[in-house]
DNA sequence: AATTTATCCCCCAATTTGGGTGACTTCCGA
DNA sequence: TCGGAAGTCACCCAAATTGGGGGATAAATT
Protein backbone atom coordinates (compact mmCIF):
# COMPACT_ATOMS: atom_id res chain seq x y z
CA UNK A 1 0.00 0.00 0.00
CA UNK A 2 2.86 2.69 0.85
CA UNK A 3 5.18 3.87 -1.87
CA UNK A 4 8.55 1.58 -1.95
CA UNK A 5 11.29 2.99 -2.88
CA UNK A 6 10.84 0.87 -5.76
CA UNK A 7 7.80 2.93 -6.84
CA UNK A 8 9.34 6.11 -6.72
CA UNK A 9 13.26 5.83 -7.18
CA UNK A 10 15.26 7.57 -9.93
CA UNK A 11 11.93 9.23 -11.43
CA UNK A 12 13.07 11.36 -14.59
CA UNK A 13 11.85 14.43 -15.05
CA UNK A 14 11.09 16.93 -17.99
CA UNK A 15 9.74 20.37 -17.93
CA UNK A 16 8.23 21.90 -20.91
CA UNK A 17 7.02 25.77 -19.85
CA UNK A 18 7.81 28.84 -22.12
CA UNK A 19 8.18 31.28 -18.70
CA UNK A 20 11.89 30.66 -17.79
CA UNK A 21 11.05 32.30 -14.26
CA UNK A 22 8.62 29.19 -14.29
CA UNK A 23 10.61 26.79 -15.63
CA UNK A 24 13.24 27.29 -13.55
CA UNK A 25 11.72 27.68 -10.29
CA UNK A 26 9.93 24.47 -11.27
CA UNK A 27 13.59 23.04 -11.78
CA UNK A 28 14.67 24.45 -8.58
CA UNK A 29 11.52 22.89 -6.43
CA UNK A 30 12.39 20.00 -8.10
CA UNK A 31 15.85 19.34 -8.35
CA UNK A 32 16.83 18.43 -4.70
CA UNK A 33 14.37 15.88 -4.18
CA UNK A 34 15.33 12.53 -3.48
CA UNK A 35 14.33 10.07 -6.04
CA UNK A 36 13.83 12.80 -8.46
CA UNK A 37 16.28 13.62 -11.31
CA UNK A 38 15.39 16.94 -13.93
CA UNK A 39 16.86 15.07 -16.85
CA UNK A 40 15.53 18.55 -19.18
CA UNK A 41 13.21 21.27 -19.59
CA UNK A 42 12.84 22.87 -22.74
CA UNK A 43 10.77 26.13 -24.03
CA UNK A 44 8.28 24.41 -26.18
CA UNK A 45 6.86 20.86 -27.17
CA UNK A 46 8.34 20.55 -30.70
CA UNK A 47 12.32 20.88 -28.81
CA UNK A 48 10.77 18.69 -25.74
CA UNK A 49 9.59 15.94 -28.72
CA UNK A 50 13.04 15.44 -30.43
CA UNK A 51 14.65 14.42 -27.30
CA UNK A 52 12.06 12.84 -25.21
CA UNK A 53 13.52 9.37 -26.85
CA UNK A 54 16.51 10.33 -25.73
CA UNK A 55 15.71 12.04 -22.18
CA UNK A 56 13.16 8.46 -21.47
CA UNK A 57 11.07 10.75 -18.90
CA UNK A 58 8.54 9.32 -16.85
CA UNK A 59 6.77 12.35 -16.41
CA UNK A 60 6.36 15.40 -17.91
CA UNK A 61 5.03 18.37 -16.94
CA UNK A 62 3.53 20.25 -19.71
CA UNK A 63 2.47 24.13 -20.13
CA UNK A 64 -0.25 24.76 -22.38
CA UNK A 65 -0.10 27.87 -24.28
CA UNK A 66 3.15 27.34 -25.62
CA UNK A 67 4.83 29.14 -28.75
CA UNK A 68 4.35 26.82 -31.76
CA UNK A 69 2.76 23.16 -30.75
CA UNK A 70 0.35 24.03 -27.57
CA UNK A 71 0.46 22.02 -24.55
CA UNK A 72 -2.54 20.02 -26.12
CA UNK A 73 -1.40 18.84 -29.28
CA UNK A 74 1.85 18.59 -27.57
CA UNK A 75 -0.13 15.74 -25.36
CA UNK A 76 -1.33 13.60 -28.55
CA UNK A 77 1.93 13.75 -30.43
CA UNK A 78 3.43 12.69 -26.96
CA UNK A 79 1.14 9.62 -25.86
CA UNK A 80 0.60 8.53 -29.35
CA UNK A 81 4.57 7.45 -29.61
CA UNK A 82 4.96 6.96 -25.54
CA UNK A 83 2.10 6.10 -23.98
CA UNK A 84 3.62 5.37 -20.93
CA UNK A 85 5.26 9.16 -20.31
CA UNK A 86 3.17 10.45 -17.46
CA UNK A 87 1.82 14.13 -18.57
CA UNK A 88 1.10 16.35 -15.63
CA UNK A 89 -0.70 19.40 -17.08
CA UNK A 90 0.81 23.20 -15.58
CA UNK A 91 -1.20 25.81 -16.52
CA UNK A 92 -3.03 28.90 -15.05
CA UNK A 93 -6.70 28.45 -17.57
CA UNK A 94 -9.01 27.12 -15.69
CA UNK A 95 -11.05 26.39 -18.94
CA UNK A 96 -13.56 23.95 -18.73
CA UNK A 97 -12.67 23.22 -22.60
CA UNK A 98 -8.89 23.32 -22.34
CA UNK A 99 -9.40 20.71 -19.12
CA UNK A 100 -11.25 17.91 -20.69
CA UNK A 101 -9.34 18.53 -24.09
CA UNK A 102 -6.19 18.16 -22.23
CA UNK A 103 -7.45 14.88 -20.41
CA UNK A 104 -8.52 13.86 -23.36
CA UNK A 105 -5.19 14.26 -25.14
CA UNK A 106 -4.12 11.94 -22.36
CA UNK A 107 -3.16 14.40 -19.62
CA UNK A 108 -2.52 11.98 -15.68
CA UNK A 109 -3.04 15.14 -13.82
CA UNK A 110 -4.20 18.93 -14.17
CA UNK A 111 -2.78 21.56 -11.57
CA UNK A 112 -2.99 25.04 -11.57
CA UNK A 113 0.08 27.49 -11.37
CA UNK A 114 -1.11 28.68 -7.87
CA UNK A 115 -0.19 25.83 -5.65
CA UNK A 116 2.17 25.59 -3.06
CA UNK A 117 5.51 23.90 -4.04
CA UNK A 118 5.21 21.12 -2.50
CA UNK A 119 1.75 20.29 -4.36
CA UNK A 120 4.25 20.31 -7.15
CA UNK A 121 6.07 17.17 -5.80
CA UNK A 122 3.11 14.99 -3.99
CA UNK A 123 1.57 15.50 -7.53
CA UNK A 124 4.62 13.85 -9.42
CA UNK A 125 4.76 10.84 -6.55
CA UNK A 126 1.28 10.54 -7.19
CA UNK A 127 0.98 10.35 -10.76
CA UNK A 128 3.99 7.40 -10.44
CA UNK A 129 1.76 5.58 -7.79
CA UNK A 130 -0.93 5.41 -10.59
CA UNK A 131 -3.07 8.46 -9.28
CA UNK A 132 -4.36 11.28 -11.15
CA UNK A 133 -3.46 14.82 -9.54
CA UNK A 134 -5.39 17.36 -9.95
CA UNK A 135 -6.30 21.06 -8.23
CA UNK A 136 -9.89 21.11 -6.02
CA UNK A 137 -11.15 23.53 -8.47
CA UNK A 138 -10.30 21.32 -11.49
CA UNK A 139 -11.32 17.85 -9.44
CA UNK A 140 -14.66 19.45 -9.00
CA UNK A 141 -15.19 20.35 -12.66
CA UNK A 142 -14.45 16.86 -13.60
CA UNK A 143 -16.57 15.15 -11.00
CA UNK A 144 -19.39 17.61 -12.45
CA UNK A 145 -18.94 16.59 -15.93
CA UNK A 146 -20.61 13.66 -15.05
CA UNK A 147 -23.50 15.02 -13.33
CA UNK A 148 -26.39 15.90 -15.47
CA UNK A 149 -28.85 19.28 -14.84
CA UNK A 150 -32.13 17.11 -14.47
CA UNK A 151 -34.23 19.85 -14.60
CA UNK A 152 -35.15 19.37 -17.82
CA UNK A 153 -38.86 20.10 -19.12
CA UNK A 154 -38.82 16.42 -20.37
CA UNK A 155 -41.10 13.43 -18.39
CA UNK A 156 -39.20 10.31 -16.60
CA UNK A 157 -40.06 8.20 -19.80
CA UNK A 158 -39.32 11.05 -22.63
CA UNK A 159 -35.94 11.35 -21.06
CA UNK A 160 -35.84 7.63 -21.38
CA UNK A 161 -36.69 7.70 -25.12
CA UNK A 162 -34.57 10.61 -25.78
CA UNK A 163 -30.80 9.00 -24.32
CA UNK A 164 -31.67 5.46 -26.48
CA UNK A 165 -32.35 8.49 -29.28
CA UNK A 166 -28.46 9.23 -28.48
CA UNK A 167 -27.48 5.80 -28.85
CA UNK A 168 -28.30 6.00 -32.56
CA UNK A 169 -31.24 3.81 -32.07
CA UNK A 170 -34.19 3.77 -34.24
CA UNK A 171 -37.83 4.27 -33.27
CA UNK A 172 -38.41 0.37 -33.55
CA UNK A 173 -35.20 -0.19 -31.56
CA UNK A 174 -36.33 1.90 -28.96
CA UNK A 175 -39.54 0.33 -28.72
CA UNK A 176 -38.21 -3.03 -27.94
CA UNK A 177 -36.22 -1.94 -25.17
CA UNK A 178 -38.61 -0.33 -23.49
CA UNK A 179 -41.28 -2.37 -24.25
CA UNK A 180 -43.75 -0.38 -26.14
CA UNK A 181 -45.22 -0.06 -29.80
CA UNK A 182 -43.34 1.88 -31.93
CA UNK A 183 -46.19 4.02 -31.97
CA UNK A 184 -45.41 5.26 -28.56
CA UNK A 185 -42.30 5.94 -29.01
CA UNK A 186 -42.96 8.14 -32.13
CA UNK A 187 -45.73 10.07 -29.53
CA UNK A 188 -43.07 10.45 -27.28
CA UNK A 189 -41.03 11.76 -29.63
CA UNK A 190 -43.24 14.02 -30.65
CA UNK A 191 -43.83 15.34 -27.66
CA UNK A 192 -40.06 15.89 -27.13
CA UNK A 193 -39.45 18.00 -30.10
CA UNK A 194 -42.54 20.05 -28.93
CA UNK A 195 -41.12 20.84 -25.76
CA UNK A 196 -37.43 21.69 -26.67
CA UNK A 197 -39.20 23.42 -29.97
CA UNK A 198 -36.96 21.41 -32.40
CA UNK A 199 -38.21 19.42 -35.29
CA UNK A 200 -35.24 16.86 -35.79
CA UNK A 201 -33.30 14.43 -33.77
CA UNK A 202 -30.06 16.30 -34.25
CA UNK A 203 -31.38 19.38 -32.74
CA UNK A 204 -33.10 17.54 -29.85
CA UNK A 205 -29.65 16.11 -28.88
CA UNK A 206 -27.56 19.05 -29.55
CA UNK A 207 -29.89 21.03 -27.41
CA UNK A 208 -29.89 18.39 -24.58
CA UNK A 209 -26.36 17.43 -24.43
CA UNK A 210 -25.95 21.63 -24.24
CA UNK A 211 -27.90 21.53 -21.36
CA UNK A 212 -26.46 18.48 -19.76
CA UNK A 213 -29.37 16.53 -19.74
CA UNK A 214 -27.71 13.72 -21.41
CA UNK B 1 -7.26 31.41 -1.98
CA UNK B 2 -7.08 29.98 1.57
CA UNK B 3 -9.79 28.41 3.39
CA UNK B 4 -11.15 31.32 6.36
CA UNK B 5 -12.68 30.85 8.79
CA UNK B 6 -15.89 31.24 7.58
CA UNK B 7 -15.65 28.76 4.91
CA UNK B 8 -15.30 26.09 7.60
CA UNK B 9 -16.34 26.67 10.64
CA UNK B 10 -19.85 24.64 11.54
CA UNK B 11 -19.77 22.15 9.06
CA UNK B 12 -22.52 19.38 10.17
CA UNK B 13 -21.75 16.18 9.56
CA UNK B 14 -23.94 13.02 8.85
CA UNK B 15 -22.44 9.26 8.53
CA UNK B 16 -24.74 6.51 7.05
CA UNK B 17 -22.96 3.64 7.25
CA UNK B 18 -24.03 0.08 7.78
CA UNK B 19 -21.02 -2.06 9.38
CA UNK B 20 -21.18 -0.46 12.98
CA UNK B 21 -17.64 -0.48 13.88
CA UNK B 22 -16.85 1.45 10.92
CA UNK B 23 -20.09 3.98 11.56
CA UNK B 24 -18.22 4.49 14.82
CA UNK B 25 -15.19 4.73 13.84
CA UNK B 26 -15.57 7.34 11.46
CA UNK B 27 -17.58 9.36 13.98
CA UNK B 28 -14.44 9.16 16.55
CA UNK B 29 -12.25 10.27 14.05
CA UNK B 30 -14.21 13.20 12.86
CA UNK B 31 -16.38 14.47 16.08
CA UNK B 32 -12.77 16.34 18.01
CA UNK B 33 -12.05 18.31 14.63
CA UNK B 34 -12.43 21.87 15.22
CA UNK B 35 -15.06 23.05 13.02
CA UNK B 36 -16.82 19.12 12.87
CA UNK B 37 -19.99 18.41 14.02
CA UNK B 38 -21.06 14.64 14.00
CA UNK B 39 -25.08 15.54 14.02
CA UNK B 40 -25.84 11.87 13.70
CA UNK B 41 -24.99 8.53 12.05
CA UNK B 42 -27.78 6.21 10.36
CA UNK B 43 -27.13 2.14 9.57
CA UNK B 44 -29.07 2.92 6.14
CA UNK B 45 -30.47 5.36 4.10
CA UNK B 46 -33.88 5.44 4.74
CA UNK B 47 -33.51 6.42 7.96
CA UNK B 48 -31.33 9.59 7.13
CA UNK B 49 -33.23 10.72 4.13
CA UNK B 50 -36.68 10.97 7.00
CA UNK B 51 -34.47 13.20 9.59
CA UNK B 52 -32.11 15.07 6.72
CA UNK B 53 -34.47 18.08 6.87
CA UNK B 54 -33.64 18.65 10.84
CA UNK B 55 -30.06 17.06 10.76
CA UNK B 56 -29.48 19.75 8.10
CA UNK B 57 -25.65 18.31 7.14
CA UNK B 58 -23.13 20.34 5.24
CA UNK B 59 -21.76 16.45 4.04
CA UNK B 60 -23.02 13.37 4.02
CA UNK B 61 -20.23 10.21 4.56
CA UNK B 62 -22.36 7.94 2.07
CA UNK B 63 -21.62 3.65 2.16
CA UNK B 64 -22.86 1.93 -1.08
CA UNK B 65 -23.60 -1.48 0.16
CA UNK B 66 -26.73 -0.45 2.60
CA UNK B 67 -29.50 -3.15 3.32
CA UNK B 68 -32.41 -1.62 1.42
CA UNK B 69 -32.25 1.61 -0.91
CA UNK B 70 -28.57 1.54 -1.65
CA UNK B 71 -26.26 4.33 -1.76
CA UNK B 72 -26.20 5.23 -5.23
CA UNK B 73 -30.75 5.74 -4.96
CA UNK B 74 -29.80 7.47 -1.86
CA UNK B 75 -27.48 9.87 -3.58
CA UNK B 76 -30.23 10.14 -6.40
CA UNK B 77 -33.17 10.91 -3.42
CA UNK B 78 -30.94 13.21 -1.63
CA UNK B 79 -29.70 15.39 -4.28
CA UNK B 80 -33.63 15.75 -5.47
CA UNK B 81 -34.48 17.51 -2.24
CA UNK B 82 -31.62 19.18 -1.50
CA UNK B 83 -28.70 19.38 -4.01
CA UNK B 84 -26.64 21.67 -1.59
CA UNK B 85 -25.99 18.56 0.21
CA UNK B 86 -22.37 17.59 -0.47
CA UNK B 87 -22.29 13.82 -0.88
CA UNK B 88 -18.55 11.99 -0.35
CA UNK B 89 -18.81 8.03 -1.35
CA UNK B 90 -17.17 6.23 0.91
CA UNK B 91 -16.68 2.27 0.27
CA UNK B 92 -14.62 -0.48 -0.45
CA UNK B 93 -15.56 -1.13 -4.10
CA UNK B 94 -13.27 0.50 -6.71
CA UNK B 95 -15.73 -0.53 -9.40
CA UNK B 96 -15.65 1.47 -12.53
CA UNK B 97 -19.05 1.58 -12.91
CA UNK B 98 -19.89 1.89 -9.25
CA UNK B 99 -17.73 4.95 -9.20
CA UNK B 100 -18.90 6.11 -12.30
CA UNK B 101 -22.87 5.56 -11.22
CA UNK B 102 -21.95 7.42 -7.90
CA UNK B 103 -21.23 10.70 -9.76
CA UNK B 104 -23.53 10.94 -11.68
CA UNK B 105 -25.66 10.53 -9.42
CA UNK B 106 -24.33 13.08 -7.80
CA UNK B 107 -21.43 12.70 -5.31
CA UNK B 108 -18.71 15.20 -4.78
CA UNK B 109 -16.32 12.82 -3.89
CA UNK B 110 -15.27 9.13 -3.85
CA UNK B 111 -13.07 7.54 -1.20
CA UNK B 112 -12.18 3.84 -0.64
CA UNK B 113 -11.84 2.82 3.35
CA UNK B 114 -8.71 1.93 3.02
CA UNK B 115 -7.72 5.45 3.58
CA UNK B 116 -5.60 6.89 6.57
CA UNK B 117 -7.72 8.60 8.82
CA UNK B 118 -6.67 12.02 8.18
CA UNK B 119 -7.74 11.66 4.63
CA UNK B 120 -11.16 11.84 5.72
CA UNK B 121 -10.89 14.78 7.29
CA UNK B 122 -8.71 16.44 4.76
CA UNK B 123 -11.36 15.81 2.38
CA UNK B 124 -14.12 17.14 4.04
CA UNK B 125 -12.59 20.47 4.46
CA UNK B 126 -11.41 19.96 0.25
CA UNK B 127 -15.58 19.20 -0.41
CA UNK B 128 -16.64 22.39 1.41
CA UNK B 129 -14.15 24.46 0.10
CA UNK B 130 -15.04 23.48 -3.59
CA UNK B 131 -12.86 20.21 -4.22
CA UNK B 132 -14.11 16.82 -5.15
CA UNK B 133 -11.73 14.62 -2.99
CA UNK B 134 -11.01 10.63 -4.45
CA UNK B 135 -8.72 8.36 -3.96
CA UNK B 136 -5.79 8.35 -6.11
CA UNK B 137 -7.31 4.98 -7.83
CA UNK B 138 -10.36 6.53 -8.30
CA UNK B 139 -9.28 9.49 -9.75
CA UNK B 140 -7.20 7.73 -12.42
CA UNK B 141 -10.27 5.85 -13.45
CA UNK B 142 -12.57 9.21 -13.46
CA UNK B 143 -9.49 10.50 -15.56
CA UNK B 144 -8.62 7.64 -17.62
CA UNK B 145 -12.53 7.76 -18.44
CA UNK B 146 -12.18 10.52 -20.63
CA UNK B 147 -9.04 9.13 -22.56
CA UNK B 148 -10.13 7.06 -25.71
CA UNK B 149 -8.30 4.52 -27.56
CA UNK B 150 -6.93 5.53 -30.28
CA UNK B 151 -6.17 1.64 -31.86
CA UNK B 152 -9.64 1.47 -34.08
CA UNK B 153 -9.21 0.29 -37.73
CA UNK B 154 -11.23 3.37 -38.35
CA UNK B 155 -9.13 6.32 -40.83
CA UNK B 156 -9.24 9.71 -39.41
CA UNK B 157 -11.94 10.80 -41.41
CA UNK B 158 -13.82 7.54 -40.86
CA UNK B 159 -13.66 8.40 -37.28
CA UNK B 160 -14.80 12.05 -37.98
CA UNK B 161 -17.63 10.61 -39.89
CA UNK B 162 -18.79 8.30 -36.98
CA UNK B 163 -18.32 10.78 -34.18
CA UNK B 164 -20.54 13.02 -36.05
CA UNK B 165 -22.77 9.86 -36.46
CA UNK B 166 -22.77 9.17 -32.95
CA UNK B 167 -24.35 12.80 -32.42
CA UNK B 168 -27.41 12.28 -33.93
CA UNK B 169 -26.68 13.51 -37.37
CA UNK B 170 -28.10 12.83 -40.87
CA UNK B 171 -25.26 11.85 -43.73
CA UNK B 172 -26.71 15.27 -45.42
CA UNK B 173 -25.85 16.79 -42.00
CA UNK B 174 -22.61 15.21 -41.79
CA UNK B 175 -22.11 15.89 -45.42
CA UNK B 176 -22.06 19.80 -44.55
CA UNK B 177 -19.94 19.71 -41.48
CA UNK B 178 -17.06 17.81 -43.51
CA UNK B 179 -17.57 19.74 -47.20
CA UNK B 180 -18.33 16.47 -48.79
CA UNK B 181 -20.78 15.06 -50.71
CA UNK B 182 -23.30 13.04 -49.37
CA UNK B 183 -22.43 9.82 -50.83
CA UNK B 184 -18.90 10.47 -49.71
CA UNK B 185 -20.55 10.36 -46.43
CA UNK B 186 -22.63 6.93 -47.36
CA UNK B 187 -18.96 5.51 -48.85
CA UNK B 188 -17.70 5.87 -45.27
CA UNK B 189 -19.86 4.43 -43.36
CA UNK B 190 -20.36 1.92 -46.22
CA UNK B 191 -16.49 1.37 -45.09
CA UNK B 192 -17.00 1.77 -41.28
CA UNK B 193 -19.44 -0.70 -41.09
CA UNK B 194 -17.46 -3.33 -43.51
CA UNK B 195 -14.47 -2.97 -40.78
CA UNK B 196 -16.25 -3.09 -37.86
CA UNK B 197 -18.37 -6.06 -39.63
CA UNK B 198 -21.70 -3.97 -38.18
CA UNK B 199 -24.72 -3.78 -40.31
CA UNK B 200 -26.50 -0.68 -38.48
CA UNK B 201 -25.26 2.58 -37.10
CA UNK B 202 -26.60 1.60 -33.76
CA UNK B 203 -24.60 -1.76 -33.82
CA UNK B 204 -21.91 0.34 -35.09
CA UNK B 205 -22.45 3.19 -31.75
CA UNK B 206 -22.67 0.64 -29.49
CA UNK B 207 -19.03 -1.00 -30.81
CA UNK B 208 -17.08 2.25 -30.97
CA UNK B 209 -18.17 3.39 -27.26
CA UNK B 210 -17.35 -0.45 -26.02
CA UNK B 211 -14.55 0.17 -27.29
CA UNK B 212 -14.21 3.39 -26.38
CA UNK B 213 -13.22 4.65 -29.88
CA UNK B 214 -15.53 8.05 -29.22
C1' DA C 1 3.19 -2.17 -57.87
C1' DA C 2 -0.23 -2.76 -54.58
C1' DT C 3 -2.97 -0.92 -50.87
C1' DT C 4 -5.28 2.43 -48.40
C1' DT C 5 -7.68 6.60 -48.25
C1' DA C 6 -10.74 9.95 -49.82
C1' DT C 7 -13.68 11.46 -53.08
C1' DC C 8 -17.84 10.90 -56.07
C1' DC C 9 -21.58 8.53 -59.13
C1' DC C 10 -25.65 5.41 -60.18
C1' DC C 11 -29.47 2.09 -58.91
C1' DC C 12 -32.85 0.05 -55.67
C1' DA C 13 -36.14 -0.99 -51.90
C1' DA C 14 -37.25 -0.99 -47.19
C1' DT C 15 -37.31 1.69 -43.29
C1' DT C 16 -37.33 5.79 -40.81
C1' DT C 17 -38.72 10.11 -39.79
C1' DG C 18 -41.58 14.15 -38.91
C1' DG C 19 -46.11 15.99 -38.82
C1' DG C 20 -51.24 15.85 -38.20
C1' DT C 21 -55.14 14.19 -35.51
C1' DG C 22 -57.58 11.54 -32.22
C1' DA C 23 -58.48 8.45 -28.18
C1' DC C 24 -58.02 5.89 -23.84
C1' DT C 25 -56.21 5.26 -19.10
C1' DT C 26 -53.89 6.50 -14.87
C1' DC C 27 -52.21 9.41 -11.54
C1' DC C 28 -51.37 13.60 -9.06
C1' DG C 29 -52.20 18.07 -7.22
C1' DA C 30 -55.26 22.00 -6.58
C1' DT D 1 -63.38 16.08 -7.63
C1' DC D 2 -61.87 18.37 -11.57
C1' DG D 3 -58.15 19.36 -14.80
C1' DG D 4 -53.87 18.49 -16.53
C1' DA D 5 -49.85 15.80 -17.14
C1' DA D 6 -48.15 11.52 -18.44
C1' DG D 7 -48.20 7.32 -20.88
C1' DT D 8 -50.20 4.42 -24.09
C1' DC D 9 -51.77 3.23 -28.97
C1' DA D 10 -53.86 4.10 -33.82
C1' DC D 11 -54.10 5.75 -38.59
C1' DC D 12 -52.90 8.93 -42.44
C1' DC D 13 -49.30 10.92 -45.38
C1' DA D 14 -45.02 12.30 -47.89
C1' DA D 15 -40.33 13.13 -47.74
C1' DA D 16 -36.03 11.71 -46.23
C1' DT D 17 -32.93 8.38 -44.66
C1' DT D 18 -30.67 4.20 -44.66
C1' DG D 19 -28.33 0.02 -46.11
C1' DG D 20 -26.69 -2.63 -49.86
C1' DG D 21 -25.17 -3.36 -54.64
C1' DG D 22 -22.32 -1.87 -58.30
C1' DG D 23 -18.79 1.20 -60.08
C1' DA D 24 -14.83 5.24 -60.81
C1' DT D 25 -10.82 8.46 -60.00
C1' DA D 26 -6.88 10.58 -57.71
C1' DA D 27 -3.54 10.92 -54.08
C1' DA D 28 -0.90 9.14 -50.67
C1' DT D 29 1.51 5.35 -48.42
C1' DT D 30 3.74 1.14 -48.29
Redesign the pocket.
Given at each position: MNPSIFDRHDIRICIVEDDHVIRNGFKEILQDVRDFQVINTYSNCEDFIHHMEHDKPNVVLMDIELPGMNGIEGILCIKKKHPKINVIVVTVYENDQLVFDALCAGAGGYLTKNMPPERLKEAIFEIIQGGAPMSTSIARLVVASFQRNQTSPL????MEVLILLAKGK????IAED?F??K??V?????NI?FKLEV???EDALKLAKKEKWI
Amino acid sequence: MNPSIFDRHDIRICIVEDDHVIRNGFKEILQDVRDFQVINTYSNCEDFIHHMEHDKPNVVLMDIELPGMNGIEGILCIKKKHPKINVIVVTVYENDQLVFDALCAGAGGYLTKNMPPERLKEAIFEIIQGGAPMSTSIARLVVASFQRNQTSPLSKREMEVLILLAKGKSYSSIAEDIFVDKETVRTHIKNIYFKLEVHSKEDALKLAKKEKWI
